[in-house]
């Protein structure tokens, strides 16, 4: 579990303790009854969801398939508003070199240091990198679709171990 998940979590268990009213904070309804604690106790976190996710998540735990809280509607990733549709690419380009290639290169090596987790530091990669529109954790390679094409972002591994970055505009 990332730190971010962590922290979501804490907050999450934090406020359900306090008895506050929210959404399921795995499927996103409003439909937690109150008192909280006579919905669900998730199996895979120490959080109350609703009955219609606890009785999915007992299904699917019957069935001995695997659920991630990388789809909880809790976890899901806050992207920031970006104006990089309406830019040509060539101005995106410039904006993304300067100004998110070190939480891209962060990112990168998180994901190749700790491929088990990628899914969730791919979150945290929308989440720190304004217009970001898709990201690949294998190869790892990140675009940003502007006015007039796509701007790629692609890290590799050199020899001595530190990251490589190509960046270039792709047309539409």
């Not at 070199?97 to 962060?106: E, F, I, R, V």
């Not at 979150?123 to 990201?135: D, H, I, N, Q, Y």
């Not at 294998?138 to 530190?162: C, H, I, L, M, W």
Request: net charge negative.
């Amino acid at each position: 579990m990332t730190a971010r998940t962590t922290r979501i979590l804490l907050d999450l268990k934090a406020r359900q303790d306090a008895d506050e009213h929210m959404v399921c904070p795995r499927c996103g309804a409003d439909n937690m009854k109150h008192p909280l604690h006579t919905n669900a106790l998730s199996r895979i976190a120490d959080i109350y969801i609703c009955d219609s996710c606890g009785s999915a998540e007992s299904m699917l735990e019957h069935m001995n398939q695997q659920t991630s809280l990388t789809s909880w509607d809790v976890l899901k990733a806050k992207v920031p508003p970006s104006d990089f549709k309406a830019r040509p690419a060539d101005e995106v380009l410039e904006l993304v070199t300067k100004t998110q290639l070190d939480a891209l290169t962060h990112i990168f090596r998180l994901c190749r240091d700790d491929p088990a987790q990628a899914e969730e530091y791919r979150l945290e990669a929308f989440e720190s990198c304004p217009g970001l529109t898709e990201l690949w954790p294998e190869p790892f390679a990140a675009k940003y679709q502007a006015a007039d094409g796509s701007v790629v972002v692609r890290f590799t591994t050199s020899a001595d171990g530190n990251p490589v970055v190509e960046a270039g505009i792709a047309e539409k």
